[in-house]
């Protein structure tokens, strides 16, 4: 590591200090870097950086940029219309994949990274750093001992990830580091474009919203009558389910298992579930005031990037839309003359899982173009030649199962699940398991390999480390989620360095965005890019797309809430007319 850091003729540390209201973009109030090779430092206010057209730092392959948490000063540049770093390392990134799995006393930002480390804060502490936050987050003039205050704040950080570096740098695998730091340049990007929404809708959203919630709940539950106003009965729900002969789980204490995950598992078999669970799901989740929209219409958040232990983005569910209830994404709406694609990979953990393990039965099933079916077919559950027309049942079955293996699902869980009895569960999992023998193997040797160096790492090197008890479920399941995490994030950064305009990344999706008459043409090649992406993680082994294109006037709709999404129309309707 140290011979690699060695190459560069310059490292500069940079930070920046922004003022940023929610769903808007940044402005740069003032930035301080210092190139730890020369040790020189550079202090700029406002009215400096605005008549800069490039950085007073380079940008080659031959000099580092360094920061914590990059893509906020990225999102920086872009703001002043500077060119990005060719060699980003973010130390953020680094301390998440090094301590991903781990407890964290003190949190993920730079002074928890330096208190984890043993290093002195310096000049500031948590204390300090919170005021200086809320002084540049109030905006307005600043006078000049104002100024000198924020720059020294600012330099304060500079120091700190100065000081970081060296400790760090031994347990940085950096080639795969610059990885990550390439895909904070993209996070910085995406997180610029934002999503477009239908503000007039959301504005009438926002302001009736106590009043649709009521006659929500009314509306919906005309079908069910297990509310008392706001209020959901436990009691009546039972009355309800053993009225129409659905069998619900429950815990140990004899409880209705009342959480998401059990209404969603049962809503998959009977389907009358469903307006239930979204109802639900929305009086939980949705706050129509904390969506995150600028005064151009584009929903923006902070991605959170590495923020889970699998690497994935994890951006605030209340401020991002695809956070909300499936319904409420159909307030995304593309400009006039513009239109937006959501583009994501096809059974995107089931070819990983086939890719990795080498399993050629399993690669079969993923190229059929139908896994879930033939698995059935391969495990003698359906003819050859049986579609999902002619056998939806069995595929269903055979879904949940290849679906729950990837999570560890027992036998118990899995015929729960389905609503069968435990042999039923029991049988599936052995016809997976004899179906399948590569990939066990592969997925047994992970898990001994996780407990024999508590660790397991992904295909560019985000890691998870094993703790005293860990959920050996979640360890199987790693390797799938995080070299999903990988690829997506290749992907991200391959199309916007191609100038392709992403809104939005969404687990295994990316939402783009392009002119109407452009947008088939741009969907083609971000499906080439994803391919790309999919073939370098899993070694040449490609995954397919889908792509839903949707022009103005048109809105995107997801499925699952086309009809809560109707009803809140029509209830928005009778409330303005």
Not at 78 to 104: H, K, N, Q
Not at 402 to 412: E, F, K, T
Request: charged share 25%.
């Amino acid at each position: 590591m140290m011979n690699e850091i060695a190459d560069y003729s310059q490292i500069w540390a940079v930070d920046f200090e922004f003022h940023q209201m929610p769903g808007e973009r940044p402005t740069p109030v003032c930035l301080v870097a210092k190139d730890l090779l020369s040790g020189q430092v550079i202090r700029m206010w406002q009215d400096e950086l605005l008549v800069r057209s490039e950085p007073p730092y380079p940008l080659a392959s031959d000099s580092l940029f360094v920061a914590y948490f990059a893509s906020a000063e990225l999102g920086c540049h872009i703001a002043l219309g500077w060119p990005m770093p060719a060699r980003i390392l973010d130390l953020y990134a680094e301390f998440r994949c090094l301590t991903s799995g781990l407890p964290v006393l003190y949190g993920h930002g730079l002074l928890g990274a330096l208190v984890h480390h043993g290093l002195p804060l310096g000049g500031s502490d948590f204390a300090q750093k919170d005021r200086m936050r809320e002084r540049i987050s109030q905006g307005g003039a600043y006078s000049d001992n104002e100024r000198e205050a924020v720059l020294d704040y600012c330099q304060s950080d500079v120091e700190a990830v100065a000081r970081l570096l060296p400790a760090m740098l031994p347990k940085i695998d950096l080639p795969r580091a610059l990885v990550r730091g390439r895909y904070m340049a993209a996070v910085a990007r995406m997180e610029w474009t934002g999503i477009p929404m239908d503000v007039e809708t959301l504005g009438q959203l926002r302001a009736d919203w106590e009043s649709i919630r009521t006659r929500l709940i009314e509306r919906v539950d005309r079908n069910y009558g297990v509310y008392e106003g706001r209020v959901f009965k436990a009691d009546r729900w039972d009355d309800w389910l053993k009225k129409n002969n659905i069998i619900w789980p429950r815990l140990a204490s004899g409880a209705l298992a009342l959480d998401d995950e059990t209404f969603k598992g049962v809503a998959l078999k009977y389907p009358v579930i469903a307006p239930m669970r979204e109802l639900r799901k929305t009086l939980s989740q949705l706050r129509p005031h904390a969506l995150a929209v600028g005064s151009d219409g584009r929903n923006r958040y902070r991605l959170s990037p590495f923020a889970s232990k699998t690497g994935r983005n994890q951006p605030s569910s209340s401020k991002f839309i695809f956070g909300q209830p499936a319904w409420t994404r159909s307030l995304i709406k593309p400009a006039v003359g513009s239109a937006i694609a959501y583009v994501d990979y096809s059974q995107q953990e089931f070819g990983i899982a086939a890719a990795l393990s080498g399993d050629t039965t399993m690669q079969e099933a993923y190229l059929s173009g139908d896994p879930y079916l033939q698995f059935a077919v391969q495990a003698g559950a359906a003819p050859p030649g049986a579609t999902a027309e002619t056998h939806g049942a069995v595929r269903e079955q055979f879904k949940v199962c290849s679906l729950g293996v990837q999570y560890g699902m027992s036998a118990g869980s899995l015929a729960r699940k389905l609503g069968r009895k435990l042999e039923s569960g029991t049988e599936l999992l052995r016809l997976h398991r004899e179906t399948y023998p590569a990939y066990w193997k592969w997925s047994d040797a992970a898990q001994d390999y996780a407990e024999l160096h508590r660790k397991l790492t992904s295909v560019l090197g985000w890691s998870i480390h094993l703790t005293q008890n860990p959920n050996y479920r979640s360890i199987r399941n790693f390797p799938l989620q995080a070299n999903g995490a990988e690829m997506l994030r290749l992907a991200c950064c391959l199309t916007v360095e191609r100038g392709i305009q992403v809104a939005a990344p969404i687990h295994d999706a990316l939402l783009i965005e392009a002119p109407d008459g452009e947008i088939d043409q741009v969907v083609t090649e971000t499906q080439r890019i994803m391919r790309e992406a999919a073939e370098f993680v899993l070694d040449g082994f490609a995954l397919r797309t889908d792509a839903a294109i949707i022009r103005n006037p048109d809105r995107y709709m997801d499925k699952r809430g086309e009809a809560m999404w109707r009803l809140a129309s029509e209830l928005m309707g009778e409330i303005d007319g």
